[in-house]
């Protein structure tokens, strides 16, 4: 295998994987919570046809990739809710968009297992460091994805889960701001950097330092 494929399929699988999975929690918790619209839609699926984005999917993991940055994160298209059916809405909408995060979260906690397991195995063959290369890449993309959707800037999930816990009157202001928050996000992530002026890796950095302790801490109890 030439060492482009295998970067390619040792990334690209992972991604979608990590991707699709985070949108199917979505799915999943507001079909529990009472909103069975993005099971009608058929997106509780890991065809990653229905969840592709061509900005946050394809475009931006590819311009970050191509440009060699440790730092991975992206979207999916997001699956379907419909608020008005959750029985609790300022409350059950905190949970659905939580369910995102939280899931990259515990994939990258599993991935730890297998990264420590094949590491007492041995790389002893190529399919055993395809693997272990696999899981490298997957547990680096769940805590990028982790880290990056859990920005408190509507539409994306911290938004979302803040808009969940503030109070209400704090809350309805907060909410009108989603309609800024495409705008507000790409000045951060492309508009800034131009003048030397970098939030968003700072802030990632920090958070996946965060969250990389805290699976450190869990494993300690295990």
């Not at 069975?36 to 993991?61: C, E, F, V, W």
Request: aromatic share 14%; proline share 6%; with cysteine.
């Amino acid at each position: 295998m030439s060492e482009t494929l295998w970067q390619l399929s040792t990334f690209i699988i992972p991604l979608f994987l990590a991707i699709i999975l985070h949108e199917i929690a979505h799915g999943w918790m507001a079909y529990k919570l009472g909103d069975d619209t993005a099971k009608r839609a058929r997106r509780l699926t890991l065809n990653p046809i229905p969840h592709i984005d061509p900005i946050g999917s394809i475009l931006l993991p590819a311009m970050l990739f191509l440009s060699g940055t440790k730092m991975m994160f992206g979207w999916a298209k997001p699956v379907p809710v419909r608020f008005s059916a959750l029985k609790d809405l300022k409350h059950d909408m905190g949970l659905v968009a939580l369910a995102g995060p939280l899931t990259n979260f515990l994939l990258a906690f599993i991935s730890v297992f297998f990264l420590l397991g094949i590491k007492k195995i041995g790389l002893n063959n190529l399919l055993i460091e395809w693997i272990f290369d696999f899981f490298k890449a997957f547990f680096m993309i769940n805590i990028s994805l982790c880290a990056f959707n859990l920005l408190p800037i509507l539409p994306l999930d911290g938004g979302r889960i803040l808009v969940s816990i503030l109070p209400k009157e704090l809350s309805d202001r907060y909410a009108q701001t989603e309609r800024y928050g495409f705008y507000i996000l790409m000045m951060l992530l492309f508009l800034l950097p131009l003048f030397g002026i970098d939030i968003i890796m700072p802030y990632m950095v920090w958070m996946q330092k965060g969250l990389v302790s805290s699976i450190g801490f869990f494993l300690k109890g295990v």
